[in-house]
């Protein structure tokens, strides 16, 4: 799977260190997706990371080779 970064994520992803790249493939590949309220374009992967049990949500955009990272947060 290969991952593209917006400028959003990049400096988001300063303060979100405990956000890894596997903990953003493993929510895409094991979600469904959902779109986005927001924008029309875009989709959400919401999942359960384990082994801490936390629900990370990831904000992207499906291109044909790859996916669009725009942003990832935790909801708990």
Known sequence: MK???SEH???KQKFRTNITVADVEYAVMNS???RDKHW???LNAICRIPP???IL???YKRKKEAFKIITAFWLD
């Open 3 to 5: 991952l593209e970064y």
């Open 9 to 11: 994520w990049v400096k």
């Open 32 to 34: 469904a997706e959902l």
């Open 40 to 42: 029309p374009d875009a």
């Open 52 to 54: 801490s049990g936390r």
């Open 57 to 59: 949500k990831v904000v």
